[in-house]
């Protein structure tokens, strides 16, 4: 009983999604709660008899949607569970994918976390080699003649106020996320109704920051619709709720349902937004390539995206928008003076990231390890400081006791205030296998913080050469350790990587933010209804969604 409310509330957003789906059929809706009977939903044409294994534990009991059935008409069956939110927050400390890796992985891992990430390094670059080869890199046909018989809705086919439907990855951390929770912000300001989809099971640790606001709906796709009914969904919601944008932030099944849109709601605007280029197989953004000639707008974060989808899918001019990801109320902010200075004694360094492969805590830990080393032969004494949850965190930790790490490492949750750390810390850790271009690099130069990066992705745009070091393995422990001294030791070193890196950010300042480009996008599909009741578009944003990726 203590889960009422919690219970009440999701069994009405799966309501909501059903009467979307089927408005005048009936549906019969069997619940369980907490120990799964079913994996993923199930979606049945004809209601056959109950069998006894329905009552099982756990059961919640039957909901009717719409009309009984008529004698001799068969109506729909939708049998789910509900998950607890202890099975929620569950996901959020499962290390799973590092304790499957096969034994001889985990034992290369014990030796050296070194030759671990040498193995991967060497299987991401013969990938990236092959990628053009394995992977489609051709934009999906739309023709000219897809509108000849069928007359598609060119108007709104509903009274209510004018809405954007905005698909997320999942809610766990990450720059897609954050990006997301802004542009819901920013299109609530606008006065457009927010639907959100997710796409993706995983940890929920943004769901708490979701704005508090009665005109945003999340409808939980993820759990409670069957893959195959997406695009149906979305096909309904549409015509039922006056959307009249769509925005993808990673999200596959907003793609998948891309043709439908297009076709019935040619008037629907669909832009997406994407972050890194996948080594393997490209990522998002070559799914947003492969789907461009469905979608209005392509906005990115870096030169290096825009680069990418001109040379992969010859896509230029004003359909690829540029956008950074800066709050543009600081152009006018000089960041604070680097901290750190030659000839001191302590040091403060940094890691923020989530623990998975692409962000190398182990790498990440190695380096720490051979500076913490260098520190006690030459008397500087460091402290390290390390931001994230994930999969390695459990091995991160293993490898902390090892190597007698504990006194001068500090674990911090996710949810840690990474602003207060940066105030104070001299050096920032991103040896990354890949990156976009990283917001948080954006945060600890205003934070007087220098940060070292790996060079991959669009981290160029934003590290000078000073703080680049190579994406291979040993380069990158080597090179990182070769820079954090030699800040310490060579007089004016630090001056000359502030002026450098500075430059950059106040050239990044300058140009278009995410904000002004997407608040554009939203005001011209406004303006184009003929709702008068919207909001006139308002380019004042109210306090920005911080979030940690």
């Known amino acids: 009983m203590q889960d009422k409310d919690y219970i009440d509330q999701e069994v009405a957003g799966v309501r909501f999604i059903y009467e979307t789906l089927y408005p005048q059929e009936s549906v019969e809706l069997h619940l369980w709660w907490e120990k799964s009977k079913i994996a993923t939903p199930l979606a049945q044409d004809q209601i056959a008899p109950l069998g006894a294994d329905m009552f099982s534990q756990g059961y919640l009991g039957m909901q009717r949607i719409g009309p009984v059935p008529k004698p001799g008409h068969s109506g729909k069956r939708i049998c789910l569970t509900i998950p607890s939110p202890r099975q929620v927050r569950g996901r959020e ?23 671990g990430e040498q193995g991967k390094y060497l299987v991401e670059r013969r990938r990236q080699s092959k990628r053009a080869n394995r992977h489609k890199f051709s934009r999906l046909p739309f023709s000219r003649t897809s ?47 927010v639907f959100v989809m997710v796409g993706q099971h995983g940890p929920e640790r943004l769901r708490a920051k979701l704005p508090q606001h009665p005109d945003l709906h999340l409808i939980r796709t993820d759990r409670y619709l069957p893959r195959a009914l997406v695009g149906h969904f979305i096909e309904r919601l549409i015509a039922q709720e006056n959307i009249i944008l769509t925005h993808n932030h990673h999200c596959t099944q907003l793609y ?72 543009d109320r600081q152009r006018d902010t000089t960041p604070l003076p680097v901290r750190l200075s030659a000839g001191q004694k302590t040091c403060r360094i940094t890691f923020i990231g989530r623990m998975v492969h692409q962000k190398r805590p182990l790498l990440m830990l190695a380096i720490l390890h051979r500076l913490h080393k260098w520190g006690r032969a030459n008397n500087v004494s460091f402290h390290f400081d390390i931001v ?32 207060a750390l940066l105030a104070k810390s001299d050096i920032m850790l991103l040896p990354s296998s890949n990156e976009g271009l990283a917001l948080v690099c954006y945060e600890a130069i205003a934070a007087g913080c220098i940060p070292i990066s790996t060079d991959v992705g669009g981290q160029n745009e934003i590290c000078p050469p000073e703080t680049l070091v190579p994406w291979a393995p040993f380069k990158t422990v080597r090179e990182t350790c070769n820079l954090v001294i030699r800040l310490l030791r060579d007089k004016g070193f630090a001056q000359q990587v502030e002026r450098a890196q500075t ?47």
């Open 503 to 549: 430059a950059r950010l106040q050239a990044l300042q300058n140009e278009p933010s995410a904000r002004e480009v997407l608040s554009r996008i939203y005001g011209q599909a406004l303006q184009k209804t003929q709702i008068p009741s919207a909001k006139a578009p308002t380019v004042q944003q109210e306090e920005k969604t911080s979030c940690v990726g």
């Open 93 to 115: 400390h499962q290390n799973l994918p590092w304790a499957k890796r096969p034994l001889h992985y985990r034992l290369i891992n014990s030796l050296s976390p070194l030759l």
């Open 256 to 327: 998948d349902a891309l043709p439908i849109i297009k076709l019935r709601y040619p008037h629907v605007v669909n832009l997406d937004s994407t972050h890194i280029v996948e080594h393997h197989d490209g990522g998002y953004p070559r799914i947003s390539g492969v789907w461009s000639n469905f979608l209005d707008y392509h906005h990115v974060i870096s030169n290096e995206l825009l680069a990418f989808y001109g040379e992969s899918f010859r896509i230029y001019g004003s359909k690829v928008v540029l956008g950074r990801l800066l709050d």
């Open 147 to 193: 509108y000849y018989l069928t007359e598609p809705t060119k108007t709104q086919t509903s009274q209510k106020a004018p809405a954007i439907l905005i698909g997320l990855h999942w809610l766990d951390v990450g720059g897609a996320e954050s990006l997301g929770l802004d542009t819901i912000q920013w299109a609530l300001d606008m006065g457009l109704r």
């Open 388 to 419: 994230g949850e994930g999969a390695y965190l459990e091995a991160l930790r293993h490898k902390i006791a090892r190597w007698r790490l504990n006194d001068c490492i500090h674990l911090h949750g996710a949810g840690s205030d990474v602003p």
